[in-house]
T-cell receptor
Framework: NAGVMQNPRHLVRRRGQEARLRCSPVKGHSHVYWYRQLPEEGLKFMVYLQKENIIDESGMPKERFSAEFPKEGPSILRIQQVVRGDSAAYFC??????????????FGDGTRLSIL | GDSVTQMEGPVTLSEEAFLTINCTYTATGYPSLFWYVQYPGEGLQLLLKATKADDKGSNKGFEATYRKETTSFHLEKGSVQVSDSAVYFCALKQNNDMRFGAGTRLTVKP
């Protein structure tokens, strides 16, 4: 069984460009979470999605950032007009949800975004 | 709201030393508790878990016991190895809401 798959592993963008980060959850998992991690720091929650719905986006900046988890295909975290401060590792996690609401999250290996 | 507080690092130990990383939580209800480990350049991996009071999670020589009376879930290992050097995160989950501690960096020296 494949775990959470994130791509790309590394992404380099110039200031002002768009960054798209993809996450395919564990097969059968309907809940996806995105986190950001700066070097030597902990995880910062960004957004929690279920299929076709954003459940909690309280940790995501109101401007330039958006996330989706369509009925078909991976979850996408999109950052428009990137700035140097967006450089970080972005992690996706998934969990089963439903009756299994207290089950652990499974993490991908992250996308390391570097802004030139 | 629910929260997790864990021991600040960094922690530096010699090989074969005893390890304790403290973790306490605040929650209404009955969350599940977890320890995750993050090796350099990788994502978080689930290390162990406990789903109810007095449960003991264990894996790879690490243990943690869910103590409801002290709202704690301290991580312990009797004899650490150099390969245990990593960042350790305590976490709780309740009703699909996950909360992480700030992480504790452990360095084990030969």
């Amino acid at each position: 069984n494949a775990g959470v798959m994130q791509n790309p592993r590394h992404l380099v963008r110039r200031r002002g460009q768009e960054a798209r980060l993809r996450c395919s959850p564990v097969k059968g998992h309907s809940h996806v979470y995105w986190y950001r991690q700066l070097p030597e720091e902990g995880l910062k929650f960004m957004v929690y999605l279920q299929k076709e719905n954003i459940i909690d986006e309280s940790g995501m900046p109101k401007e330039r950032f958006s996330a989706e988890f369509p009925k078909e295909g991976p979850s996408i975290l999109r950052i428009q007009q990137v700035v140097r401060g967006d450089s970080a590792a972005y992690f996706c996690a998934s969990s089963p949800g439903g009756q299994n609401s207290n089950q652990p999250q499974h993490f991908g290996d992250g996308t390391r975004l570097s802004i030139l | 709201g629910d929260s997790v507080t864990q021991m600040e690092g960094p922690v530096t130990l010699s090989e074969e030393a005893f390890l304790t990383i403290n973790c306490t939580y605040t929650a209404t209800g009955y969350p599940s508790l977890f320890w995750y480990v993050q090796y350099p350049g990788e994502g978080l991996q689930l290390l162990l878990k406990a789903t109810k009071a007095d449960d003991k999670g264990s894996n790879k020589g690490f243990e943690a016991t869910y103590r409801k009376e002290t709202t704690s879930f301290h991580l312990e290992k009797g004899s650490v190895q150099v390969s245990d050097s990593a960042v350790y995160f305590c976490a709780l989950k309740q009703n699909n809401d996950m909360r992480f501690g700030a992480g504790t960096r452990l360095t084990v020296k030969p």
